[in-house]
């Protein structure tokens, strides 16, 4: 009996995850029709990867070995519309850019950023992280980028979370990418440190609404801190995913 529970179960979530993304595509396309898709697949080698990355220009600016593990999860990304990147470096203080976007088409970094991190999860550096909604944290991971809308930070985009128990909880808790003042150099420089979101990845207010354009209607995000548990639990990580 606790064998076919267990199982109708899996079924459940297995239909939910299979509803719940064809909906989620279904509002990509028809808040983005007009958007050009990528027909370029970035799938190179780890001599490519070390390669594109030197071409990059990222050397001093992010850790081969994120932007490594950023992009072996890029490329396990099915569902993605966009040859665009976006790595969000929270192993760095707020007081440094840490917030990259790059477009494999064009193969450049397009916007380099300074970017806040949830409230709860850190001061100048981000070191705790979760998916439970009202925390407050950032969570860590890959995403995919949905539509733009106005709210209650403004111009801000949507953004689903791609893995289960790390950062699915995303549009539950309103995540999204939005402007913030406290997200300016100007902020930075009259308190030594960033403030600090509601758990959003927040950027400059000057800068915002550009960044958002670039990212809109299906490219992915990936979140990086110092997580020993997101590593073991992230299929995106795994060699066998």
């Known amino acids: 009996m606790k064998k076919i529970i267990l199982l109708l179960s899996i079924v459940s979530l297995v239909t939910f995850s299979s509803e719940y ?11 983005n029709s007009n958007l050009k898709t990528s027909i370029n697949i970035f ?6 990867i070390r390669e594109e990355y030197k071409k990059l220009g990222l050397d001093n600016n992010l ?13 396990k990304v099915k569902k993605k519309k ?9 192993s760095k203080s707020s007081s440094k850019k840490r917030f990259f976007v790059i477009d494999f088409d064009q193969n450049k970094v397009v916007y380099s ?32 980028t949905g539509y733009t809308y106005e709210g209650s930070n403004g111009y801000s985009l949507k ?25 300016t150099s100007n902020f930075l420089n009259s308190n030594g440190h960033l403030g600090r979101s509601l758990g ?10 550009k960044i958002i354009d670039e990212l ?20 995106f990580l795994s060699k066998k995913a």
């Open 21 to 31: 993304f064809e909906d989620m595509f279904k509002m990509i396309d028809k808040n």
């Open 43 to 48: 799938n190179p080698s780890d001599e490519g």
């Open 63 to 75: 850790d081969y070995d994120i932007f490594k593990t950023a992009v072996d999860g890029f490329k």
């Open 82 to 90: 966009r040859n665009v990147l976006t790595i969000v470096d929270f």
């Open 113 to 144: 950023s300074l970017v806040a991190h949830g409230k709860n999860s850190g001061g100048d550096y981000a070191t705790e992280f979760s998916n439970s909604i009202d925390s407050n944290m950032s969570s860590l991971g890959f995403y995919l």
């Open 159 to 183: 953004l689903y979370g791609l893995e289960h128990d790390i950062n699915d909880n995303a549009e539950a808790r309103s995540i999204v990418i939005h402007g913030a003042e406290y997200a």
């Open 200 to 209: 959003c990845p927040a950027l400059p207010l000057e800068d915002s609404s």
């Open 216 to 235: 809109k209607g299906g490219s992915v995000v990936f979140i990086y801190g110092k997580n020993g548990e997101y590593n073991e639990k992230s299929t």
